[in-house]
């Protein structure tokens, strides 16, 4: 093409907010007329726009999109025949799917969690564009790096968010309205990277990182640095390795001289307790005929930090750090009847090395939720130390700091006509949790005025349960979640409840579904008029009665009609009694738990201490200790924290 020019969201498969102006633009030569057409070919309705490019050579059109609408073409033309047709539109509801790596997780990850989804699914009119990773620290830029919208189909599907996949999902299927998610998502990011300068100006250590990062020299070594040093750690580890050099993968390898440790389990309660370095693993398997010359399945957990794997000395996979599940597909060639010895090689770079608890260790055939045969790995196993080595450098992650992704990521789309965002963040912020509340207020307003589309919705996570990394009592995760819940203060926000969605031992759990669901409940009860309920229990008035030696809390519940209590572990939400998750203090702020019981809408808590009670807590913990409040829907009560007057 010539001169006019087109941003990347404007293409084949796009899908334009329904009832409001859209705006259409992009760049030409100056002085040239703009024609913009947008036709709705079942209707065989159109409608004419037309513009003069201005001397910065930018032009922009707005068109009215009224109601959804599937077969939609839309022709840009200018006055010197270049010209793009964008085929396969659509008109319905656009949101912007944000945050970090649990917003980001795609459907390739949950797919042994949702096979059936996987293989079968068809849903053309729930569309994701998934935004190219891109940072900049110098200027709010004008276009994407990379992304194409894409439709829901067995080919696509699993590049898809899992969680944005399935609240689009559940819209589509309950409105019959086209939904476009466009996925604007970076692991490990702080929400500082996803906000402005402009959103930053109340907070000045990040406006002075932001600063720092702003020099591309600074930069360029922050970069080297964390490649040479990564190179440097591993490299002269790998040289230091008798592992390697004697080859322990191989089935010759004498091993007397090993000792042997029951897996899976923490290095912390064993003799590899703080150990940083290599440390080889072994364990004999009896493979019978009937798994040989098939599929065969090998999964190990998830392992820290980083493993190789070989079976019979061959190499059969590795992954490079401690997050993803460890699922490797054993070559039909590899097993053979009888003795088979699996070998893997894990690098600890911080000391807390581990085998995850409660996961899978197992080799089996068929598909993971139709097994065939399987053979536990759990057990004992041979272990022997490859070499010693310090701490690993720690590394820069420079896309993390303030203004990067939202300069380069999210500034691109305010032309966008969008309904709302949905946000999955706070992970990254858990180190110092206290500004959060103030972060989000500055970035929620931020958005809206970019988009000047007034106070549109903006859907948020609590973070989920979580316990397996963290510190017991300063780990920020409450904090965090006590700051997400004052979120619902501000206009047109909603806050889902995760709580019992989490994975105590995963930092990603893989329950997206219902993540995705509970944030479509909240645009099917707020935006689309339908009666459905959308929030778990929530308070609406907190009663105090002093009796002789003792006060009663009376917590009266909205959302709910018969207070349900729920053992959080048990998958078929088995009723059970305790709940032992509500503190309250005193003057002084010092926490005890309190007997709870509920009778209907009502929660009675026991205070008994001749002090009356100040300040009450639910759920403030890395995860609940016991039992949790659900509706009768089916959602949560979410963790809070009040003052009691």
């Given at each position: 093409?010539?001169?006019?020019?087109?941003?990347?969201?404007?293409?084949?498969?796009?899908?334009?907010?329904?009832?409001?102006?859209?705006?259409?633009?992009?760049?030409?030569?100056?002085?040239?007329?703009?024609?913009v057409i947008l036709s709705r070919l079942l209707e065989e309705k159109e409608q004419v726009r037309t513009t003069i490019v201005n001397q910065e050579g930018y032009w922009e059109i707005w068109i009215d999109t009224k109601e959804e609408s599937t077969e939609c073409q839309?022709?840009?033309?200018?006055?010197?025949?270049?010209?793009?047709?964008i085929k396969n539109v659509c008109i319905g509801d656009v949101f912007i799917c944000a945050g970090q790596s649990n917003m980001e997780l795609p459907m390739e990850r949950v797919k042994d969690q949702y096979p059936e989804i996987i293989e079968n699914v068809s849903m053309?009119?729930?569309?994701?564009?998934?935004?190219?990773?891109?940072?900049?620290?110098?200027?709010?830029?004008?276009?994407?790096?990379?992304?194409?919208?894409?439709?829901?189909?067995?080919?696509?599907?699993?590049?898809?968010?899992?969680?944005?996949?399935?609240?689009?999902?559940?819209?589509?299927?309950?409105?019959?309205?086209?939904?476009?998610?466009?996925?604007?998502?970076?692991?490990?990011?702080?929400?500082?990277?996803?906000?402005?300068?402009?959103?930053?100006?109340?907070?000045?250590?990040?406006?002075?990182?932001?600063?720092?990062?702003?020099?591309?020299?600074?930069?360029?070594?922050?970069?080297?640095?964390?490649?040479?040093?990564?190179?440097?750690?591993?490299?002269?580890?790998?040289?230091?390795?008798?592992?390697?050099?004697?080859?322990?993968?191989?089935?010759?390898?004498?091993?007397?001289?090993?000792?042997?440790?029951?897996?899976?389990?923490?290095?912390?309660?064993?003799?590899?307790?703080?150990?940083?370095?290599?440390?080889?693993?072994?364990?004999?398997?009896?493979?019978?005929?009937?798994?040989?010359?098939?599929?065969?399945?090998?999964?190990?957990?998830?392992?820290?930090?980083?493993?190789?794997?070989?079976?019979?000395?061959?190499?059969?996979?590795?992954?490079?750090?401690?997050?993803?599940?460890?699922?490797?597909?054993?070559?039909?060639?590899?097993?053979?009847?009888?003795?088979?010895?699996?070998?893997?090689?894990?690098?600890?770079?911080?000391?807390?090395?581990?085998?995850?608890?409660?996961?899978?260790?197992?080799?089996?055939?068929?598909?993971?939720?139709?097994?065939?045969?399987?053979?536990?790995?759990?057990?004992?196993?041979?272990?022997?130390?490859?070499?010693?080595?310090?701490?690993?450098?720690?590394?820069?992650?420079?896309?993390?700091?303030?203004?990067?992704?939202?300069?380069?990521?999210?500034?691109?789309?305010?032309?966008?006509?969008?309904?709302?965002?949905?946000?999955?963040?706070?992970?990254?912020n858990t180190d110092y949790p206290y500004n959060y509340e103030a972060l989000s207020t500055e970035m929620i307003r931020g958005y809206r005025e970019k988009w000047n589309q007034g106070s549109f919705p903006f859907y948020y996570v609590q973070l989920p349960n979580f316990?397996?990394?963290?510190?017991?009592?300063?780990?920020?995760?409450?904090?965090?979640?006590?700051?997400?819940?004052?979120?619902?203060?501000?206009?047109?926000?909603?806050?889902?409840?995760?709580?019992?969605?989490?994975?105590?031992?995963?930092?990603?759990?893989?329950?997206?579904?219902?993540?995705?669901?509970?944030?479509?409940?909240?645009?099917?009860?707020?935006?689309?008029?339908?009666?459905?309920?959308?929030?778990?229990?929530?308070?609406?008035?907190?009663?105090?009665?002093?009796?002789?030696?003792?006060?009663?809390?009376?917590?009266?519940?909205?959302?709910?009609?018969?207070?349900?209590?729920?053992?959080?572990?048990?998958?078929?939400?088995?009723?059970?009694?305790?709940?032992?998750?509500?503190?309250?203090?005193?003057?002084?702020?010092?926490?005890?738990?309190?007997?709870?019981?509920?009778?209907?809408?009502?929660?009675?808590?026991?205070?008994?201490?001749?002090?009356?009670?100040?300040?009450?807590?639910?759920?403030?913990?890395?995860?609940?200790?016991?039992?949790?409040?659900?509706?009768?829907?089916?959602?949560?009560?979410?963790?809070?924290?009040?003052?009691?007057?």
């Amino acid at each position: 093409m010539g001169c006019l020019r087109i941003p990347r969201l404007i293409s084949d498969g796009m899908i334009l907010q329904r009832n409001t102006h859209v705006r259409i633009w992009g760049y030409d030569c100056s002085g040239r007329e703009i024609t913009v057409i947008l036709s709705r070919l079942l209707e065989e309705k159109e409608q004419v726009r037309t513009t003069i490019v201005n001397q910065e050579g930018y032009w922009e059109i707005w068109i009215d999109t009224k109601e959804e609408s599937t077969e939609c073409q839309l022709i840009i033309r200018d006055s010197e025949a270049e010209e793009y047709c964008i085929k396969n539109v659509c008109i319905g509801d656009v949101f912007i799917c944000a945050g970090q790596s649990n917003m980001e997780l795609p459907m390739e990850r949950v797919k042994d969690q949702y096979p059936e989804i996987i293989e079968n699914v068809s849903m053309p009119y729930v569309r994701q564009f998934k935004i190219i990773e891109c940072c900049d620290f110098h200027k709010e830029t004008e276009e994407l790096l990379g992304g194409s919208w894409k439709e829901a189909q067995v080919d696509t599907i699993r590049e898809f968010s899992a969680t944005a996949y399935f609240f689009g999902k559940f819209l589509y299927e309950n409105s019959n309205v086209p939904i476009g998610l466009v996925n604007a998502t970076y692991g490990g990011s702080r929400i500082q990277s996803w906000m402005s300068r402009e959103m930053l100006a109340d907070f000045k250590k990040d406006l002075d990182l932001a600063d720092t990062y702003s020099n591309d020299l600074f930069v360029k070594h922050q970069q080297y640095k964390n490649e040479q040093q990564m190179m440097e750690w591993h490299g002269d580890l790998d040289k230091r390795d008798i592992g390697l050099e004697e080859k322990w993968y191989k089935n010759h390898c004498y091993i007397n001289e090993w000792d042997t440790m029951e897996l899976p389990g923490f290095f912390e309660y064993t003799p590899l307790k703080d150990f940083i370095g290599v440390v080889w693993f072994r364990k004999d398997i009896i493979i019978p005929k009937s798994m040989v010359g098939k599929k065969v399945n090998l999964w190990l957990g998830t392992i820290v930090d980083s493993d190789t794997v070989y079976i019979n000395g061959i190499l059969i996979g590795r992954t490079e750090y401690q997050y993803p599940p460890r699922k490797y597909n054993i070559p039909k060639e590899v097993l053979h009847e009888g003795v088979n010895t699996i070998t893997i090689r894990v690098k600890c770079e911080n000391g807390g090395g581990r085998f995850t608890p409660n996961k899978e260790y197992k080799i089996f055939t068929g598909e993971y939720h139709k097994m065939e045969e399987f053979i536990d790995l759990t057990g004992t196993w041979c272990y022997r130390i490859g070499a010693y080595a310090g701490k690993i450098p720690p590394t820069d992650f420079v896309n993390w700091k303030p203004t990067g992704l939202y300069n380069g990521m999210m500034a691109p789309c305010h032309r966008y006509a969008i309904n709302g965002i949905i946000w999955y963040q706070g992970e990254g912020n858990t180190d110092y949790p206290y500004n959060y509340e103030a972060l989000s207020t500055e970035m929620i307003r931020g958005y809206r005025e970019k988009w000047n589309q007034g106070s549109f919705p903006f859907y948020y996570v609590q973070l989920p349960n979580f316990t397996i990394d963290l510190d017991e009592v300063n780990s920020g995760w409450p904090e965090l979640r006590e700051e997400q819940e004052r979120l619902l203060d501000i206009e047109n926000t909603g806050m889902i409840c995760a709580i019992d969605l989490g994975e105590d031992n995963d930092l990603h759990p893989l329950n997206k579904m219902e993540v995705g669901e509970r944030l479509a409940r909240l645009v099917c009860a707020k935006q689309y008029g339908m009666n459905i309920e959308y929030s778990g229990p929530t308070i609406e008035h907190i009663h105090v009665v002093s009796k002789e030696k003792q006060t009663e809390i009376i917590i009266t519940c909205g959302h709910v009609s018969e207070l349900l209590i729920k053992d959080r572990i048990c998958r078929n939400h088995r009723t059970v009694e305790e709940l032992i998750d509500f503190l309250v203090a005193g003057d002084e702020a010092v926490y005890e738990t309190v007997q709870a019981k509920v009778v209907g809408n009502r929660i009675h808590l026991q205070w008994e201490k001749e002090e009356r009670p100040r300040y009450l807590r639910y759920c403030h913990s890395n995860a609940p200790k016991g039992a949790l409040l659900y509706n009768e829907a089916g959602l949560p009560m979410a963790p809070f924290a009040r003052g009691i007057e």
